[in-house]
C-alpha cells in the first residue's frame, strides 16, 4: 500500500506581527493562500519500526532534522504504531524560500499517515500536532485561504482569494526566518491592515485586495538583501498587479489578472532569474 499526498506552496498576501510575546515568539496575523506548485509526499509501510526518509533534493536532510521525519517520529510515539515507514519527498518548491516548503511537506506526512496508519485523527487534530513541530504546519494541514494568528497556530478558513496569476522569483540565497524575527523592530515597522485585506478577499475585490496586501518584514530582509526591492520593481514595471515578499524571504511573487500578460511577465524575469515560477492560486473565486 503506498499513499500520495500533494504538499503544495504559500504565499502571504499579508504578514503583521504585532510584538513579541513572553515565550520569544511574536504574535502575527496573517492572510495565506496556496498555490499550485507542490512537493509531493510518498509513504508506505515497512514491518520493522524504523523511519527511512528519501528525496531528490541535494538541500534536505534526511534525519531528525528534518520536520517530516519529525511529524513520522512524533505519531509513532504519540499513538503506539508498531511498524515503520518509508517517506520520498519529491521537490518541486524551492528550500528556505519564506513558501512554507518544508512545512508543508511536515503536514502533507502528517496527512498521508493518518490514512496509512488508520489514527482516524481529524484535522484539527492533526494541525495540534503539527503545532508542535513548526508555526507553518497548521495552516498547510487545511490550506487554501485562511486568517492566520497566534505564532501560526490559529488558522481560520475564509472566502477563497479572487483568481489570478502568480509568478514567484527565488534569488540566489536562503533566509533565516529566526534572523529576520530577531532583527525586527516592532515599533518601528509598517503595519499592513490585515483586517481590511481579509474584508476585500471575502468580498471578492480584487482592486481592494491589492491595495491591502504588505509584509512588515520585507524592509528588514531588504536591508540585507537589496535584491528583493529590485525584484520587486522589476515585477511592477513589467505589469504586474501588485509584488511583495513571502513569510521572511528571500521569495518575492506578484499577482497578475490577465494571463497574457502574465506570460510576459514570466518571460521577461526568466530573461535574469533561474528560479521563476508561473502558477495559478490552488483554490480560487470568480469574481
Known amino acids: 500500500m503506498e499513499i500520495m499526498e500533494k504538499a503544495p506552496a504559500k504565499i502571504n498576501l499579508g504578514l503583521d506581527a504585532l510584538y513579541q510575546r513572553p515565550d520569544g515568539y511574536h504574535e502575527l496575523e496573517m492572510i495565506m493562500a496556496s498555490v499550485d506548485l507542490s512537493d509531493r509526499i510518498t509513504v508506505r509501510p515497512l514491518t520493522k519500526k524504523t523511519i527511512e526518509l528519501t528525496t531528490d533534493s541535494s538541500f534536505l536532510p534526511t534525519d531528525k532534522k528534518n520536520h517530516v521525519y519529525q511529524a513520522a517520529e512524533l505519531l509513532m510515539e504519540r499513538y503506539g504504531v508498531t511498524g515503520g515507514v518509508a517517506i520520498d519527498i519529491e521537490k518541486k518548491i524551492p528550500v528556505a524560500a519564506g513558501l512554507a516548503g518544508g512545512s508543508s511537506d511536515c503536514a502533507a506526512t502528517l ?22 513541530i513548526g508555526s507553518d504546519v497548521p495552516y498547510c494541514i487545511y490550506g487554501n485561504t485562511a486568517y492566520v494568528s497566534g505564532r501560526g497556530e490559529k488558522v481560520e478558513k475564509i472566502a477563497d482569494i479572487p483568481c489570478c496569476y502568480v509568478i514567484l522569483v527565488k534569488p540566489h540565497m536562503s533566509v533565516s526566518t529566526q534572523t529576520v524575527f530577531k532583527a525586527l523592530n516592532v515599533k518601528q515597522a509598517q503595519h499592513p491592515d490585515i483586517a481590511g ?22 524592509d528588514v530582509t531588504i536591508l540585507k538583501y537589496p535584491v528583493i526591492r529590485q525584484i520587486k520593481e522589476s515585477m511592477m514595471k513589467f505589469g504586474a498587479d501588485v509584488a511583495l515578499m513571502s513569510g521572511s524571504g528571500p521569495t518575492v511573487f506578484c499577482l497578475v489578472k490577465q494571463e497574457k500578460r502574465a506570460q510576459r511577465i514570466y518571460n521577461a524575469l526568466k530573461g535574469f532569474n533561474d528560479e521563476v515560477y508561473l502558477v495559478r492560486m490552488l483554490q480560487c473565486a470568480v469574481e
Request: negative net charge.
Open 111 to 132: 496527512r498521508a499517515l493518518n490514512q496509512l496508519w488508520d489514527l482516524d485523527l481529524s484535522l484539527e487534530e492533526l494541525a495540534k500536532l503539527g503545532s508542535e
Open 197 to 218: 485585506l481579509r474584508k476585500a478577499v471575502e468580498a471578492h475585490d480584487y482592486q481592494a485586495m491589492i491595495e491591502k496586501m504588505g509584509n512588515t518584514l520585507e
